[in-house]
């Protein structure tokens, strides 16, 4: 069984996690910006991008077409297993990568460690050391996600969106502005509070909701840590291209995820620690809500079967190292 491993304490899961990731980004399928739909010049897209793709067209896909707010893959129940859904689909493809190594799995940051240094320390927390993530710029120059003009073997955004929305074609580098948008991230403390939520999720199931998934997907406030908390604010500590729909065009994005992801399982674990393997809403609830309910298929441009139900126990796919969130 794969275990995921907290980037700072196994340098061989933080070392196998860039080496995948940069195979991903240099391989290339079939797919292409032109069958994508994206203009300009056709080019192929990588795995890597694929990934970017995916999210933003869960992103930019409104649970029905008339909803303003919840969309395929957040501000609501799905929240939760949709993303996990993806990590999954990105361990596979890094373990095949890595030649067919069953046993590599996703690394995780735990970013409410790092919430408890000072804010100067926070943006030289040991994650964006050069052997490990890199660092803060526009773009990034340090660690193995660094651009280098004459080097077009460097990590490059190829697909981002503009002002409106739309995904286009950019050749350029990683940008980070850590601690820029907000200067901490969140603490144990607010971990702590979300574990304590004794439901996973209440109507109306938006961005509005009480419950677990919408302090874990940082819509709901929390004492002395102003929206976005949790996970959104991690998005926004980090900023630059962790912003947009594309945000996984960071690899970061996937460590912040897997920590969510292990909140989670932190939160499903049985009583008295956690409060089980619960989802709510069920499949008897208005058809207003497709897309979150529990037999519900996700959206994906990989699976045309995969439901939250499905997502709900992994503990026979992958396990983590410590629940200790």
Known sequence: MAIRENILTSAA???????????????????????????????????????????????????????????????????????????????????????????????????????????????????????????????????????????????????????????IQVNRGLRRRLGTQTTRLPKKTHTATALDQPIYDTAPWNTTSAGFRNLVEGWQDQPQIPSPSLHNRVHVFVGGDMSPSTSPNDPVFYLNHCNVDRIWESWMQPAPKGHGRAYVPAQSAPASLKGHRLNDTLSSLLSETTTPADMLDISELYTYDSLNV
């Open 13 to 167: 899961a933080r070392d196998k996690y860039i080496q995948g990731v940069k195979l991903l980004k240099n391989e290339f399928p079939g797919p292409t910006t032109a069958s994508l739909g994206i203009e300009g010049l056709s080019q192929p897209v990588s795995t890597y991008d694929l990934f970017v793709v995916w999210h933003h067209v869960a992103m930019t896909t409104f649970t029905p077409p008339t909803q303003s707010d919840r969309n395929a893959a957040h501000r609501g129940p799905v929240f939760l297993p949709w993303h996990r859904f993806m990590l999954m689909q990105l361990e596979m493809n890094l373990q095949r990568v890595l030649g067919e190594d069953l046993t590599f799995a996703l690394p995780y940051w735990d970013w409410a460690q790092d919430g408890q240094l000072s804010p100067a320390r926070q943006k030289k927390a040991a994650v964006w050391a050069s052997n490990c993530m890199g660092g803060s710029g526009v773009p990034v120059t340090t660690g193995p996600f660094a651009f280098e003009p004459g080097d077009s073997g460097s990590w490059r955004i190829r697909i981002t969106t503009n002002v409106n929305g739309q995904l």
